[in-house]
């Protein structure tokens, strides 16, 4: 199981980004902290998530400065974010040359400040788990249902939102070590506001069966990204929200009736 708690999360990865070797070029040490394959020339779609995961590095040392002092940490625990800040901007300002010691500012204090910030901040502020095992079993779905959709005969547009969907799905499981259940809310909402927007194709979809095919596998693998993270306490809330959405191209799985106006 994998903690919400973002001061672990932080903890955690700073520990995987201290282990990588401390020489060689950024992209490459942050790619294997991350779980990003990426390839010999460092460019591409890969190379893109190297970025992204670096910047959401960035904002995850934000969101935790920020709750230290909301929960009334003492001071001297800021003097952890320095030495994190100059490692990450240190790598965004060349990525794909070599760095000799790029992780040295991260010393045995960092780490122990770190985890003493994890801990006390389990205890301020608990938080759920998340089973990282099924999220990696969605995010494989998803990308399976994205490769199959790209060679699928149906409406373009239908086609383009299942597509931006599953994309989105997962790359907020790919960067779940970072951001954390944020990540995947974010992801959700998406998929709720785009389901809104194109209400119009969904009532077309209804009177084509291979189109209410591909949603509906679309439809299972939201559901299930949305039961497993549990979100507020109220997990049924989630998918109670999407669901009658999705009820307009006939989806085989029964959901009660919701009304969207009094989410």
Request: net charge negative; proline share 6%.
């Amino acid at each position: 199981m994998v903690q919400n708690n973002p001061a672990l999360r932080l903890y955690n990865l700073t520990q995987r980004l201290r282990s990588t070797s401390g020489n060689g070029p950024p992209a490459r040490l942050w790619a294997q902290a991350l779980d990003i394959p990426i390839n010999r020339e460092m460019t591409g779609p890969l190379f893109i998530q190297v970025v992204q995961g670096i910047l959401a590095f960035l904002a995850l040392l934000d969101e935790i400065e920020a709750g230290i002092e909301e929960l009334e940490f003492d001071d001297f625990y800021s003097d952890v974010f320095p030495p994190l800040r100059l490692v990450a901007q240190v790598s965004l300002s060349n990525l794909r040359s070599n760095q000799l010691n790029l992780t040295q500012p991260i010393t045995d204090e960092t780490i122990t400040l770190l985890r003493v910030i994890a801990s006390e901040w389990g205890k301020k502020k608990p938080d759920p788990n998340i089973g990282e095992e099924a999220l990696k079993e969605i995010q494989a779905e998803a990308h399976a249902l994205f490769e199959a959709i790209k060679r699928a005969e149906i409406h373009p547009r239908l086609k383009r939102l299942i597509l931006l969907l599953t994309t989105e799905i997962e790359q907020s499981i790919q960067h779940y070590r970072i951001n954390g259940p944020e990540g995947l809310e974010r992801a959700r909402a998406l998929i709720i506001g785009y389901a809104r927007l194109e209400k119009d194709l969904l009532d077309e979809a209804q009177i084509d069966q291979r189109g209410k095919i591909w949603w509906d596998r679309f439809y299972k693998i939201a559901t299930k990204l949305f039961d497993v993270v549990k979100f507020a306490n109220d997990t049924r809330k989630t998918i109670d929200t999407i669901s009658p959405l999705v009820r307009l191209l006939g989806s085989t799985d029964e959901i009660p009736p919701v009304d969207l106006d009094k989410q």
